[in-house]
């Protein structure tokens, strides 16, 4: 499978501990996007890299939110100290074009939180 | 920055009938405008897009409209068939108010098309 990959599918955690995600994208694309996914909602944005540079931060991404891109390949998102409400899904997507081009989506990452 | 409406929440149609999502959008400098379907348990998908110089597009059964006056924007789907069944995202293409442009998603229509 050639698309967006995402691992881990799923994670439960107890609140305050850290979690890592990651994306692996199209590999010729140099954009890469994460958002979050509640439930009854649509995707929003968190933030977006081109190639290895994180160009922009969604107000949504609080500072116990990280994410790197290092080599312009794979991304990790991190966060640190898990609160109840950052449960949701986290879906990966990358690009050729930005964001007036099709994005295509990884299955996503689901986090619980307990 | 953009903010997407996206009306009805839920939809459900016979198998056969025509079925309308009507979204709208607030930053005038909105220039593309894609459709995505998510299957139950799956990752969102493109179906149709269309930008802002153009007022209609078609593909098959499926069928987008956009009056950029109105700042609003429809996805038509003619006989529908139960594989139509999902959740579908409208999304817009606008400023982020932190410098660049990304995609805002409305909050989804389920739509349900019963056999």
């Known amino acids: 499978d050639t698309g967006v990959s995402q691992n881990p599918r799923h994670k439960i955690t107890k609140r305050g501990q850290n979690v890592t995600f990651r994306c692996d994208p199209i590999?010729?694309?140099?954009?890469l996007y994460w958002y979050r996914q509640t439930l009854g909602q649509g995707p929003e944005f968190l933030t977006y890299f081109q190639n290895e540079a994180q160009l922009e931060k969604s107000r949504l991404l609080s500072d116990r939110f990280s994410a790197e891109r290092p080599k312009g390949s794979f991304s990790t998102l991190e966060i640190q100290r898990t609160e109840q409400g950052d449960s949701a899904m986290y879906l990966c997507a990358s690009s050729l074009t930005g964001a007036t081009g099709e994005l295509f989506f990884g299955e996503g990452s689901r986090l619980t939180v307990l | 920055g953009e903010n997407v409406e996206q009306h009805p929440s839920t939809l459900s149609v016979q198998e056969g009938d025509s079925a309308v999502i009507k979204c709208t959008y607030s930053d005038s400098a909105s220039n593309y405008f894609p459709w995505y379907k998510q299957e139950l348990g799956k990752r969102p998908q493109l179906i149709i897009d269309i930008r802002s110089n153009v007022g209609e597009k078609k593909d098959q059964r499926i069928a987008v409209t956009l009056n950029k006056t109105a700042k609003h924007f429809s996805l038509h789907i003619t006989e529908t068939q139960p594989e139509d069944s999902a959740v579908y995202f409208c999304a817009a293409t606008g400023y982020s108010g932190a410098g660049s442009y990304q995609l805002t998603f409305g909050k989804g229509t389920k739509l349900s098309v019963i056999p």
């Open positions: 590999s010729e694309h140099n954009r």
